[in-house]
């Protein structure tokens, strides 16, 4: 049974970092492409990171861009967002998206939605003073 559990998320003041945990059970990470995925309050859901299978390549979003890192370790099956200099904007419900084709690679462009077939929980990340 696919499943992808995120963890990490909290309240964290302005300029404050956190990292983000996906964790995935049921079938090997390392064949698929993963992303992270936000929605703030009364927004729509925003791609904002990609990390592809084959050669590890990455996609942000140009608001998280030198911010966040997005990285894989396969043995661990398991796929992290480090995010550092959080601003409020940030403040959403984190989840991280499993591509539903092995060796489908990055978009060149924000993730979208409809290429992610299994999703996590989410977890809130709550940026505030």
């Known amino acids: 049974q696919v499943q992808l559990v995120e963890s990490g998320g909290g309240l964290v003041q302005p300029g404050g970092s956190l990292r983000l945990s996906c964790a995935a059970s049921?079938?090997?990470?390392?064949?698929?492409?993963i992303s992270w995925f936000r929605q703030a309050p009364g927004k729509e859901r925003e791609g904002v990171s990609c990390i592809s299978t084959s050669d590890g390549s990455t996609y942000y979003t140009d608001s998280v861009k030198r911010r966040f890192t997005i990285s894989r370790d396969n043995a661990k099956n398991t796929v992290y967002l480090q995010m550092n200099s959080l601003k409020p904007e940030d403040t959403a419900v984190y989840y991280c998206?499993?591509?539903?084709?092995?060796?489908?690679?990055?978009?060149?462009?924000?993730?979208?939605?409809?290429?992610?077939?299994?999703w996590g929980q989410g977890t809130q990340v709550t940026v505030a003073s």
């Open positions: 998206a499993r591509v539903h084709t092995i060796g489908f690679q990055c978009r060149v462009a924000a993730p979208d939605a409809s290429d992610y077939d299994y």
């Open positions: 049921g079938f090997e990470l390392r064949y698929y492409t």
